[in-house]
């Protein structure tokens, strides 16, 4: 059984930094595309970031040149270093877990899910 387990949320205020973490167990990591989406109350789910297995990766328009995903497979983790916050950042971070990179994008496609992790930012 493949889980995924976030950490890092928390509230912080704009212009703020926070880092998001999720870590793997259960299934070959390294094997994985890994993205991040987010959801905001009564909002749909959206995509946030992905990473391939080789490290290529693409962002939302949204947070380019703000948000950066990585990871380190020794630790089955994958990362979201997120800088210059705002509040429309504001929601509920979800680490995701996909066969391949195209899939990583695509919340209907994608294979493993976290339980999500609280993001606020105060203005």
């Known amino acids: 059984q493949v889980q995924l387990v976030e950490r890092g949320g928390g509230l912080v205020q704009v212009g703020g930094s926070l880092r998001l973490s999720c870590t793997v167990s259960g299934g070959t990591f390294s094997s994985y595309a890994m993205g991040w989406f987010r959801q905001a109350p009564g909002k749909e789910r959206e995509f946030v970031a992905r990473?391939?297995?080789?490290?290529?990766?693409s962002y939302a328009d949204s947070v380019i040149g703000r948000f950066t995903i990585s990871r380190e497979n020794a630790n089955n983790t994958v990362y979201l270093q997120m800088n210059s916050l705002k509040p429309e950042d504001t929601a509920a971070y979800f680490c995701?877990?996909?066969?391949?990179?195209?899939?990583?994008?695509?919340?209907?496609?994608?294979?493993?899910w976290g339980q999500g992790t609280q993001v606020t930012v105060s203005s």
């Open positions: 990473i391939s297995w080789s490290t290529s990766t």
């Open positions: 995701a877990a996909a066969r391949n990179y195209l899939r990583a994008r695509d919340l209907k496609l994608v294979d493993y």
